[in-house]
């Protein structure tokens, strides 16, 4: 059984920092992107950054130059550094991550519980 925990979250001023970890672990032959969603209340989901496996990256122009988003693939983590962080970035956050097992079936996206990221003004 595959499950993914993230930790990190937590209560920031403006213009703070938090760094969101996220840790795959079970029966995983591969993982291939693993990245990180938000959402607000009364908001959708939203991409907020996603990286391949080799180190291909992709963010939403709303964290760009702000936050950085890293992989250790030796432990099957994923992690979101996030930098000048403004009232806006208030959400809930959730990893993803496109996980192989090692029965071999076909890619399938697993979701974390997600952790409350707070930044007040």
């Known amino acids: 059984q595959v499950q993914l925990v993230e930790s990190g979250g937590g209560l920031v001023q403006a213009g703070g920092s938090l760094r969101l970890s996220c840790a795959a672990s079970?029966?995983?032959?591969?993982?291939?992107?693993m990245g990180w969603y938000r959402q607000a209340p009364g908001k959708q989901r939203e991409l907020v950054a996603v990286?391949?496996?080799?180190?291909?990256?992709n963010y939403a122009d709303s964290v760009k130059g702000r936050f950085t988003i890293s992989r250790d693939n030796a432990k099957n983590t994923v992690y979101l550094q996030m930098n000048n962080l403004k009232p806006e970035d208030t959400a809930v956050y959730y990893c993803?991550?496109?996980?192989?097992?090692?029965?071999?079936?076909?890619?399938?996206?697993?979701w974390g519980q997600g952790t409350q990221v707070t930044v007040s003004s």
């Open positions: 993803n991550a496109k996980i192989i097992s090692r029965a071999l079936l076909p890619a399938v996206p697993y």
């Open positions: 990286m391949s496996r080799g180190g291909w990256t």
């Open positions: 079970g029966s995983i032959f591969s993982i291939n992107d």
